[in-house]
């Protein structure tokens, strides 16, 4: 086998015969983007703050099969139906971003803290930040 000449591997008309499959201003694929979150989702359907909230304090704590049961209920209100049916896809799927979504919106984002030591012009500097006003000691 001669390595002086390298082949070339692949489709030699590639870009040719791609030009059916390219993004374009027409040719845009079906589920565009990311999901919606499941706060927004609800938010969107005139749910208030207040409302998801109380709906996922209760629901956090069925079992699956309450779950089902409350998504099968046909007399069950919407938010309830779409709050059981998020925790049965992050169980079945094993993707708790739902969960730590649903828990956020329970409990709130844990704060960020940090802490940046240094020196600025021969002068000790300490920055302690929770959230987004930084303090200068």
Same mark, same amino acid.
């Given at each position: 086998?001669?390595?002086?000449?390298?082949?070339?591997?692949?489709?030699? *008309?590639?870009?040719?015969?791609?030009?059916?499959?390219?993004?374009?201003?027409?040719? /845009?694929?079906? &589920?565009?983007?990311?999901?919606?979150?499941?706060? *927004?989702?609800?938010?969107?359907?005139?749910?208030? /703050?207040?409302?998801?909230?109380?709906?996922?304090?209760?629901?956090?704590?069925?079992?699956?099969?309450?779950?089902?049961?409350?998504?099968? &209920?046909?007399? %069950?209100?919407?938010?309830?139906?779409?709050? %059981?049916? %998020?925790?049965?896809?992050?169980?079945?799927?094993? &993707?708790?971003? /739902?969960?730590?979504?649903?828990?956020? /919106?329970?409990?709130?984002?844990?704060?960020?803290?940090?802490?940046?030591?240094?020196?600025?012009?021969? %002068?000790?500097?300490?920055?302690?930040?929770?959230?987004?006003?930084?303090?200068?000691?």
């Amino acid at each position: 086998m001669d390595r002086s000449s390298p082949k070339k591997a692949g489709n030699p *008309n590639l870009a040719e015969d791609s030009k059916g499959t390219r993004f374009s201003s027409d040719n /845009q694929p079906l &589920n565009r983007g990311r999901k919606p979150k499941i706060y *927004n989702v609800l938010k969107e359907l005139g749910y208030s /703050q207040d409302d998801i909230r109380i709906a996922f304090n209760e629901i956090a704590f069925y079992t699956e099969a309450q779950l089902q049961e409350l998504y099968d &209920n046909e007399e %069950a209100p919407a938010i309830t139906k779409v709050v %059981a049916k %998020a925790l049965q896809n992050a169980i079945k799927s094993g &993707n708790y971003s /739902q969960v730590k979504d649903i828990l956020e /919106q329970l409990i709130g984002r844990a704060k960020e803290t940090k802490e940046i030591n240094g020196n600025l012009l021969g %002068a000790s500097v300490i920055i302690k930040s929770e959230g987004a006003d930084p303090e200068i000691l």
